[in-house]
């Protein structure tokens, strides 16, 4: 009998759609592909200072109730034309969450939320989502982890980020050049600019690497890098990094590399010190620099949700407060409207003292 070397610690194996038939299944229509379009093109003049509007990635930490998301992209519609002179409004649609050790792993790995991990249902519901936040007019934002279910659902993006445990990554950097969305690398969690700083010079570059095609084929894919990549401040070990002198001392890293000299504050994280309320604090000093003249700063990402607060995911799903994140606490639906109308202010008001010959960077 022959030796048993593969397999020995696979438990079962089931086929999932390939991309195609996904796509398929869940299509996007001209108009929706128009409005991911647009707003790509919006938010490249952002990060490449073309446009002097603030972007704002705004949203539930992570999805799990699509009823309520969609509540929360239809609010967005409705607050946008408010802002709309300073602010460009993008949903944070995230569906993956990185774990340092275990936890509920997001929409696409457990849909039901009961610990079965229906994948095909996850990816199904995800990809749904996203082209419905398209057909509101809402420019979508989510988080690439997995390096394979980006091709279910990635190209519906206005806008990527890739996060603090994943910017040292040679994989997530060379699929980050591939993207086709605007994409944000986050400092890592020890709070060290150079790790992304890196991970954006090599984003930019041409690679070859093996990846599935949309018939689910195994295929090598080359690049011609994504010139629109750009760094995202979360704060880190030694605390947080929003203040002025960090996002000059982070300008300064990114001038001596050569690369897109503007960054985005995440107000979560260790800029708050893990405290979901802290976030309009961050926001109101990163206001108050924008205010001053600052040009430094392209946008800023909130972890909103329309109950404030976070909520513990256990026993029937059924029970969990409508609208309230289970994963990382988040800023309710009326203290975001406040955040978003106070960083409106400000980017008028650095308009005005930046005409009158202040001091813009």
Known sequence: MPTRIADLRIAGEELLPT????????????????????????????????????????????????????????????????????LLLV????????????????MIYD????????????????????VACAGLGVPAASEILDLVTPQYYAELLSWGAIGARTTESPLHRQMASA?????????????????????????????RFPSISLDGRAIVVTTTGNPDCHLILRGGESGPNYSAGSVAAAVQAL?????????????????????????????????AQIAGGSRDILGLMLESHLVEGRQTLGGDPASLCYGQSITDGCIGW????????????????????????????
């Open 19 to 86: 991309p195609r038939e996904l796509h398929a299944a869940v299509p996007a229509g001209e108009a929706e592909q128009a409005v991911i379009a647009r707003s790509r093109g919006l938010v490249r003049d952002i990060v490449h200072g073309r446009d002097d509007r603030l972007m704002v990635v705004t949203g539930p930490c992570s999805i799990h109730d699509v009823d309520a998301a969609l509540e929360y992209a239809g609010r967005l519609r409705e607050a946008a034309p408010r802002v709309d002179d300073a």
């Open 111 to 130: 849909p039901d939320l009961d610990g079965r991990g229906d994948i095909h249902k996850g990816l199904l519901k995800a990809r749904s989502l996203l």
């Open 179 to 207: 993207l086709s969305a605007p994409l944000g690398f986050k400092n890592p969690t020890s709070g060290k600019l150079q790790t992304a700083v890196d991970a954006i010079v090599v984003a930019a570059q041409s690679h």
């Open 91 to 106: 949903m944070r649609v995230y569906f993956e969450k990185p774990r340092t050790r275990l936890g509920w792993k997001g």
């Open 334 to 361: 009326d203290a975001t409207v406040g955040v978003l109308e106070q960083l409106a202010d400000a980017v008028r008001a650095g308009r005005r003292l930046r005409g009158a010959g202040g001091p813009a960077k």
């Open 255 to 287: 001038r001596d590399a050569g690369i897109a000299q503007r960054v985005m504050i995440d107000c979560s994280h260790a800029n708050s010190g893990g405290d979901y309320r802290r976030q309009a604090l961050v926001a109101a000093d990163v206001a």
